[in-house]
């Protein structure tokens, strides 16, 4: 078996000698923007050059984090931040946001790309996809079990995939918790981390750090080409212990002794490991919180100080950077079309008998027609793909024409089904050259598309659409804060400030919602200077009283009561 890459996390230039020392092949850091741990000490443009030549002097590679989503007035800047990176001579980006992937292929063409987790990467038609963009690698998502890993390593394109540390509990890149609780997004690399937080008088959302150490000959079979560590927020001793660790693993192409798991253990815990995911044994025992013990613990765990002697480097770029245009040509703004109302409700039962929708949608695991709308699972593996394809097929045969899809690997159903697509919010579209990714790879085009939920209104003022391609954004709803594919176990979620989330089964997985709905029924003329064309309502446990009362608002341009406490975009 081929030996995989040992990749390992350096959030300080301080880990950069650890990781070395700890034997990884290759490093992964952040600079001071576009980098989704900006929370971490992260790296200079000086610290990035020696950093890359450090690396580059020990025969070790450097990738380079820019996987956050980026609003359009960034996008010139990031554009720049890449360039530099590229000629500082990192192996390559670690890359979110698919509209400046375009920039990248256009001016950077050169610079080789990897697609980030962030990217809800889980099957393998989403990583054939993104090898077709360019990435030479796909960041797999951390909810795979092995079946679906060994089907994901089946692509044309390099698997990454994490195999030990921090996990989020919601799938990558659909979580909006943090950003709607308190306005710091995930999606931006300000995650509070509002799921290591206390709900319903315990600690639900709080998973135990992923350690696959007893499963490493089983992923080198799989064809894993990059084993990687998460810890950018975490210590060089870190680094260094855990590196050292699978540096052994790999080389020896064994799983972890006893005491090697136990010396991971030590290192950062929270309450034990978890390998849930991977062996689909999950349940309440993935949960785990960080106790004195496992601090104590951590702090007497051997310190990292390196013993080796380092030259001096010089702070030198290593490539020349091809030139770049003066400004980022996007399309030129149009006229807004005549506004319609659209609708995706949970259930069939919510659906007034009158209303003023021109389509309505709802998930294809509750579909027995009614309405001239699906919704298709946001996450769909593997080993789901076949049966999902067949209830699709049910219910066009029902009714159903008009298809909202979730995802990259969504992208060929709506043409295969003969279906006219529709881009939902999860798509992350945050910036105009995103949305002209999606308009471009659908075939049929889309008809409209839903922009990110994280966008105020002058952000979505900002996005220009082709003509044909209706701008979208929700306007009424309880957003969903994370896609999860642990059971939450409870109807709701109670904070300790006493505001009630309620959880959703949507899918076969769990859909906490906000406590509180976006309103815009008072802000239509804003809508309007926004371009916003088709005002999405989102109804999720509303009953058929509660959702004609927000049509009738919607209709009568009523404002919000006060006790309602309703957050509105800005």
């Not at 002097?57 to 720049?80: F, H, M, P, S």
Request: with cysteine; net charge positive; charged share 25%.
């Amino acid at each position: 078996m081929r030996i995989p890459e040992l990749l390992a996390p350096c959030g300080s230039p301080e880990a950069i000698a650890a990781a070395i020392e700890g034997g990884a092949d290759a490093v992964y850091f952040g600079g001071t923007v576009f980098n989704a741990r900006m929370n971490a000490k992260n790296f200079s443009r000086a610290d990035v050059i020696t950093a890359v030549n450090r690396c580059h002097a020990a025969g070790v590679k450097a990738y380079v984090t820019l996987n956050t989503q980026i609003y359009d007035r960034e996008l010139k800047a990031a554009l720049e931040h890449a360039a530099f990176l590229y000629g500082a001579g990192v192996d390559a980006l670690i890359v979110t946001d698919l509209g400046l992937v375009s920039l990248l292929r256009q001016y950077l063409p050169l610079l080789e790309l990897h697609a980030s987790t962030q990217m809800t990467a889980h099957n393998r038609a989403a990583a054939e996809k993104l090898y077709d963009l360019g990435f030479s690698r796909v960041v797999g998502a951390r909810e795979l079990s092995y079946p679906n890993i060994q089907a994901l390593c089946t692509s044309h394109a390099e698997i990454e995939l994490f195999v030990h540390g921090a996990i989020c509990v919601s799938c990558s890149g659909q979580c909006l918790m943090s950003a709607m609780l308190g306005g710091r997004s995930g999606n931006r690399g300000e995650c509070a981390q509002p799921c290591r937080m206390s709900y319903n008088g315990s600690y639900p959302l709080s998973i135990k750090d992923m350690c696959l150490a007893a499963h490493v000959p089983s992923l080198m079979e799989a064809g894993v080409a990059s084993f990687k560590i998460e810890g950018r927020m975490k210590s060089p001793a870190y680094v260094y212990g855990v590196s050292r660790i699978y540096r052994r693993l790999l080389d020896e192409k064994r799983a972890a002794t006893e005491s090697e798991w136990n010396e991971l253990q030590r290192l950062f815990s929270r309450g034990g490991f978890t390998d849930g995911y991977f062996t689909g044994q999950i349940g309440p025992t993935m949960l785990g919180v960080r106790s004195e013990k496992d601090i104590s613990d951590s702090r007497a765990a051997a310190s990292f100080r390196t013993e080796k002697e380092t030259a001096p480097i010089s702070a030198q770029a290593e490539r020349e950077v091809p030139p770049l245009p003066e400004k980022i040509p996007f399309p030129v703004k149009r006229k807004a079309n005549r506004p319609i109302l659209t609708a995706t409700f949970h259930t069939a039962s919510q659906i007034p008998d009158s209303h003023d929708f021109v389509h309505t949608y709802l998930p294809l695991s509750s579909y027995e027609g009614g309405t001239d709308g699906v919704l298709i699972p946001p996450v769909i593996f593997d080993s789901e793909w076949d049966a999902v394809r067949r209830r699709l097929e049910q219910a066009v045969k029902r009714g159903a024409k008009h298809l909202m899809i979730s995802n990259l690997s969504h992208l060929s159903l709506a043409a295969e089904f003969g279906m006219a697509p529709h881009g939902s919010h999860r798509l992350n579209t945050f910036n105009t050259l995103t949305a002209s990714f999606w308009c471009r790879e659908t075939n049929p085009m889309l008809e409209s598309l839903i922009l990110s939920c994280e966008l105020i209104l002058p952000q979505i003022r900002d996005v220009v659409l082709p003509e044909t391609v209706r701008k979208g954004a929700v306007v009424y709803g309880r957003i969903p804060l994370m896609l999860l594919e642990k059971p939450v176990g409870k109807p709701q979620l109670r904070d300790t400030r006493g505001a009630i989330f309620p959880v959703m089964r949507e899918e076969g997985r769990d859909i906490p919602v906000n406590s509180v709905p976006l309103y815009m029924a008072d802000q239509l003329d804003r809508l309007d200077a926004a371009g916003v064309e088709e005002r999405h309502f989102l109804f999720t446990s509303e009953t058929r009283a509660e959702v004609m009362r927000a049509v009738y608002a919607y209709r009568n341009k009523l404002p919000p009561k006060e006790k309602e406490k309703i957050r509105r975009i800005k």
